[in-house]
């Protein structure tokens, strides 16, 4: 493929389209950081309110399973950014591969996620009847865990679509890596999944522990 | 694999993966150290380092040019805000 193929019709030259689609994620993650921020501020607000309830309400969120998952995601961090490095330097091959791995690992955490969801419905951790904690404050920060851990695991399965679809077309020689944003783009789309679970990590499973 | 493996070794990606995991380790044994406020504000400001770690190196924004920077930092900008004016509210009730 030669350079001028790579360039989609509105553009003057590699540099600008590259440019423009990385402004164009960055925005889209703006909007994201917005999403998930109002799952933040309504956490900060509640916590601040009821500093014991939300305590001793994260003490029985299973911190075993959340750190292995943070671990997990950490390191698809590594292998997705491998991915582009290997990508830009032009070995699609490579690129592939560290894809895989970094899809192996998103369903990694989703596995782990499943049985800890099922160990929290056993336990009584889903807010309604039979939620097993007091005071009844608690159920906000399970409410709360429930729904952005929730939404995360939404951003993530979309997350492994993505990163799948991109694989088979690297696979397919669909497009050149080294002039092409695509796998950029997709790429730094998952870190932000990643950022988002830096984040739950310490505030959902790591408060009430001492 | 196993060549992704080999020209892997030593890349700041893989540093940076270090460094994270370093850090998510450090947090969670920090949290049952009983430090009182100090628990919550600790874990959070590692997770902050840990963000700019991944935004910087594994995103790769410290090879970005000005224009990408200003996007993702209107992300971090309007949060700010958000935060700010909800807080403006509930600390001076």
């Keep these: 493929m030669t350079d001028q193929a790579a360039i989609a019709e509105q553009f003057d030259d590699l540099a600008q389209q590259r440019e423009a ?70 070995q699609a091959r490579l690129s592939g591969h560290a894809l895989l791995a970094t899809v192996a690992l998103g369903l990694g955490f989703l596995v782990v996620k499943a049985f800890e969801y099922t160990g929290d419905i056993q336990d009584g951790l889903f807010p309604g009847p039979g939620f097993r904690l007091a005071p009844p404050q608690t159920q906000i920060f399970w409410s709360l865990y429930w729904i952005m851990t929730g939404v995360h695991a939404l951003h993530l399965i979309v997350g492994i679509g993505v990163l799948l679809t991109i694989f088979v077309l690297l696979r397919r020689s669909a497009f050149d890596p080294r002039h092409n944003t695509t796998v950029e783009v997709s790429c730094l789309y998952w870190h932000f999944v990643d950022i988002v679970w830096i984040f739950l990590y310490p505030l959902l499973y790591l408060p009430g522990r001492s | 694999m196993k060549a992704l493996f080999r020209k892997s070794a030593l890349l ?49 924004l410290k090879e970005g040019g000005a224009l990408p920077r200003l996007a993702a930092a209107a992300g ?5 805000i958000f935060f700010t004016l909800t807080f403006s509210d509930f600390l001076t009730r």
Excluded: D, K
């Design chain 1, 21 to 90: 689609t990385e402004i164009g994620i960055w925005a889209f993650l703006a909007t994201e950081v917005l999403f998930f921020g109002a799952l933040l501020v309504c956490y900060a607000v509640y916590r601040y309110q009821y500093p014991a309830a939300f305590l001793a309400a994260a003490r029985e969120a299973n911190v075993v399973f959340g750190t292995v998952n943070a671990a997990l995601l950490l390191t698809s961090s590594m292998t997705v950014a491998l991915a582009v490095r290997m990508g830009r330097a032009g």
């Design chain 2, 12 to 60: 700041p990606e893989v540093a940076a993966w270090v460094g994270l995991l370093v850090l998510m380790v450090v947090s969670l044994v920090s949290s049952y150290v009983p430090l009182g406020l100090g628990n919550g504000i600790a874990n959070l400001a590692i997770a902050g380092v840990q963000m700019l770690v991944v935004v910087f190196v594994l995103m790769h």
């Design chain 2, 76 to 80: 971090a900008f309007w949060l700010a």
